[in-house]
């Protein structure tokens, strides 16, 4: 073997030893006494990615099955944190198929990163709303372009059209006898147009933004004995008001919710809650939160929206809901390389990824992309 060909596999071998070590574990905020008699591999993993004031969720089912919920990144943000988010993709979807993609709605900051995801792997299926207006963007457009003309994905769009509130989607079938393995979801909330006025409060007009918002696809996530509910911008009170207040999206659900004749009876009720819409205040009422009474509540926030606000923070810790300090997960606690948190741009240091087997919770880790 030549000289220059051992010098090109030393460096071959050099850049797969540094895109693996580019994801680290910092932190392990959660260990399950005794473990699990699962294999890691044989467990749900559900990654919370770092992309800053935006969504991008990565579901890997017991069965290799992978969803992504979400994939944007701030627009002002978009070089480091694209590079950041497609490193992440790069080390876990090692098989080049994404399962499932579900668009939560057509904003950038849910959406941007998803046009290479498209580029670079097999999508077998994309969800989307359906929302339209003359007010949504040009990417956005360009993004259904691509979806449409794209022959190996099934672009499921508007998603109401194909399945019902309370329909229940078995996206992964472990293939046992004992269905506690399987992965399902529970469609909550998805709308293709939704009224000017909220539900709870016929003289408050909501603007496009909202409306956009609150049409959210909202789905919970049941694996075992583990329940997760992921809310996208889904809204529920005017901002400023007081914290009983209790309208728009939110309060639609909680209705279904509380209903006994309602296929959505309890439908709320999980373990896991990803706060909607970054923590803004105009999301996450008490009494939504209330419905839900989540054990853990995770908050991806950060850079450059001023999210998480004070209102849902106070709301999640209320008596009637009782989370304490420890049980609130940000992606925005960590410092930049400036150390100011304000313009927090090391955008994978806060990824949180839960691994699960059918008995709950065995760990749950903070993760850091380091380019």
Known sequence: ???????????????????????????????????????????????FIDVGGADAILIDTSS???????????????????????TYLNQYLGDDIVDLIVISHPDYDHFAGLAKVLEDYVVRQVWSTGYDSQELSGSWRKLVRQLAEDPDT???????????????IRVDDAGTYDKADDTVLTIVNTQERLPKNAYGNQERSLNESQRRNSASI???????????????????????????????????????????????????????????HHGSD???????????????????????????HDGPIRRLKHPDVGLTDDKILRTDAGDDA??????????????IVFALDPEGIVSIKKMNIKL
């Open 64 to 86: 290799d099955k992978k969803i992504l919920i979400d994939g944007g990144y701030s627009w002002s943000s978009r070089g480091n944190t694209a590079k950041e988010y497609h």
């Open 282 to 308: 105009g999301s996450s009422s008490l009494e939504f939160l209330k419905a839900v009474s989540p054990v853990w509540a995770v908050i991806t926030a950060g850079f450059p929206h001023g999210h998480p």
């Open 218 to 276: 909202v789905l919970r996530l049941d694996y075992g004995e583990n329940s997760i509910l992921f809310t996208g911008d889904t809204n529920g009170r005017e901002k400023g008001s007081a914290d009983a207040a209790h309208d728009d999206q939110e309060k639609f659900m909680v209705d279904n919710n509380n209903n006994p004749n309602n296929v959505l009876h309890l439908s709320l009720d999980v373990d896991i809650l990803k706060v909607a």
């Open 154 to 168: 099934l672009f499921v769009s508007p998603l109401g059209s194909f399945f019902e509130l309370g329909s229940v």
């Open 1 to 47: 073997m030549t000289r220059t060909l051992l010098a090109i596999l030393a460096l071959i071998c050099s850049w797969g030893a540094v895109s693996a070590s580019e994801i680290t574990t910092v932190e392990t905020i959660y260990q399950r006494p005794g473990g699990s008699s699962y294999k890691h591999d044989e467990m749900l993993k559900v990654h």
């Open 338 to 351: 400036t150390g100011n948190k304000a313009n927090e741009k090391n955008l994978g240091d806060d990824t």
